[in-house]
């Protein structure tokens, strides 16, 4: 099956060529703005690919600056360009979603790998609605929420999840500690839920879940949560997030040390076989 490309994945890809026909030209940033008559601001966050350029006028005006004059090299950039302005199928939630969330969203639905590590709460692609609901609502007051802003979000995140079942969807690899399974999030037969909804996503051919745990002998653990996504044709991408903000990073440098982090946790905790007897222990033990 083809690699899905949707809008977030063509802005980010057009952003890419942008500034290696940049780079190819000898220019910078600063010359294209001038240029152009842009801000030195639109023409980072258009090659960060973090906004779109909406205007076919300025399209022309960018490819003629670059000196893009292939009529073939053109309309492939024009093509991508238009579809690249599409809404994404999550839009109507932009305006409740935290800063850099929608990019994030929007690339996630094109990764065709994803590897995750959380040490707080479940990752949201295996948090089961029961626990969801019960995440959000318990920070409703002090974040000022309403009950459908908080209803909205549950609805976005059982969403997200059914990339898992699509045909050709990613490779999900997640790694949690044990601290994520231990925090009480609702009432016990929530988290008993969420544990069986761990373990049924776990018996998914795409999807391998491991468990660091708390006690016994030492395994490194990386100070925060964070999430590699992987594309066909397009550099991987590291995310971490908070509830009011989400960060991104791209950098080879970046990249690479959250790889090396992802790795060395995954060889260190158990096997994905290990997870559901691990799943068993910690219900028996904490949710009777």
């Known amino acids: 099956m083809a690699a899905r490309q949707g809008p977030t994945y063509l802005r980010v890809a057009l952003g890419k060529e942008f500034q290696a026909l940049r780079n190819e030209k000898g220019d910078t940033a600063e010359a294209v703005s001038v240029a152009l008559g842009w801000s030195r601001s639109r023409v980072s966050r258009l090659e960060a690919g973090e906004i779109p350029l909406p205007k076919l006028e ?15 090299d053109r309309d492939t950039l024009v093509r991508m360009h238009k579809d690249s302005l599409k809404k994404e199928p999550f839009t109507s939630y932009r305006n409740m979603l935290p800063s850099g969330m929608p ?17 707080i709460n479940v990752h949201g692609l295996l948090q089961c609605e029961s626990y969801a609901r019960a995440l959000m609502g318990s920070a409703k007051v002090v974040e000022e929420r309403t009950t459908d802003a908080v209803e909205t979000s549950v609805r976005l995140r059982m969403e997200r999840q059914d990339l898992l079942l699509a045909e050709g969807g990613p490779e999900l690899h997640i790694i949690l500690t044990e601290n994520t399974l231990t925090r009480q999030i609702g009432t016990p037969a929530v988290m008993r839920e969420q544990y069986a909804e761990i373990e049924r996503l776990a018996r998914l051919d795409n999807v391998d879940v491991q468990i660091i745990p708390e006690l016994g002998e030492e395994m490194y653990r990386a100070a925060f949560n964070f999430t590699i996504l992987d594309f066909p044709g397009l550099e991987s991408v590291v995310q971490s997030d908070s509830h009011r903000a989400t960060t991104m990073w ?3 440098s970046d990249l690479g040390q959250y790889q090396r982090q992802f790795q060395a946790m995954a060889k260190a905790a158990p ?10 222990n910690l219900e028996k033990k904490l949710w009777k």
Do not use: C, F, W
Request: zero cysteines; proline letters at 7%.
């Open 271 to 280: 096997g994905p076989s290990a997870t559901p007897q691990i799943l068993h």
């Open 250 to 252: 791209s950098k080879h």
């Open 103 to 119: 990019m994030y969203l929007g690339l996630e639905r094109d990764a065709n790998g994803i590897r995750g590590y959380e040490n």
């Open 58 to 72: 300025d399209l022309h005006k960018l490819l003629d600056h670059l000196d893009v004059i292939d009529p073939d």
